[in-house]
T-cell receptor, first 113, second 110 residues
Framework: NAGVTQTPKFQVLKTGQSMTLQCAQDMNHNSMYWYRQDPGMGLRLIYYSASEGTTDKGEVPNGYNVSRLNKREFSLRLESAAPSQTSVYFC????????????FGPGTRLTVL | ELKVEQNPLFLSMQEGKNYTIYCNYSTTSDRLYWYRQDPGKSLESLFVLLSNGAVKQEGRLMASLDTKARLSTLHITAAVHDLSATYFCALGGATNKLIFGTGTLLAVQP
């Protein structure tokens, strides 16, 4: 099992450009999440999807959109990138049961110039 | 407002010493998680604590949860260099969203 995979690993954008970050999981998890991590800070939730076909805003959703394409894939789109969106983006998926443990992808390091 | 606070933010310790990282949170929750992050890497799950008084140990790390005090601790015993990393606690909130602390950067010096 690959677990949670993300593409691309690195990306540089100019202000105003758009791009989509891709995330896929092969663990048959229902719930998936997008976080951003800024230097010296913990992760902050951007959007999440509790199940296929549903998405909800997290703590910092402004400037982002998401699509839960199917059970495996959850993408994050920046329509018009801004320097404030320079960050490392992590996707995660969650087990069920009592632990509800989240497993994280390797991250995408995004720089907006 | 739900807050998760860790201290210290930075910890430099010598090999062989013991220390504790503290995680305080502002509201009740039934799940507390500890993660490790190496520089430039993703987060690795260390512990899931589900109930008051829960204690879990893995090698030189031991985590505990006191839900009445809204406090979790991560205790490091006889630190070694390989434990150098950033450690995050995270609170399991509504709909299983995680609220992360700011992290503790641990540097173990020889």
């Amino acid at each position: 099992n690959a677990g949670v995979t993300q593409t691309p690993k690195f990306q540089v954008l100019k202000t105003g450009q758009s791009m989509t970050l891709q995330c896929a999981q092969d663990m048959n998890h229902n719930s998936m999440y997008w976080y951003r991590q800024d230097p010296g800070m913990g992760l902050r939730l951007i959007y999440y999807s509790a199940s296929e076909g549903t998405t909800d805003k997290g703590e910092v959703p402004n400037g982002y959109n998401v699509s839960r394409l199917n059970k495996r894939e959850f993408s994050l789109r920046l329509e018009s990138a801004a320097p404030s969106q320079t960050s490392v983006y992590f996707c995660a998926s969650r087990t069920g049961g009592s632990y509800n443990e989240q497993f994280f992808g390797p991250g995408t390091r995004l720089t907006v110039l | 407002e739900l807050k998760v606070e860790q201290n210290p933010l930075f910890l430099s310790m010598q090999e062989g010493k013991n220390y504790t990282i503290y995680c305080n949170y502002s509201t009740t929750s039934d799940r507390l998680y500890w993660y490790r992050q190496d520089p430039g890497k993703s987060l690795e799950s260390l512990f899931v604590l589900l109930s008051n008084g829960a204690v879990k140990q893995e090698g030189r790390l031991m985590a505990s949860l006191d839900t009445k005090a809204r406090l979790s601790t991560l205790h490091i015993t006889a630190a070694v260099h390989d434990l150098s990393a950033t450690y995050f606690c995270a609170l399991g909130g509504a709909t299983n969203k995680l609220i992360f602390g700011t992290g503790t950067l641990l540097a173990v010096q020889p």
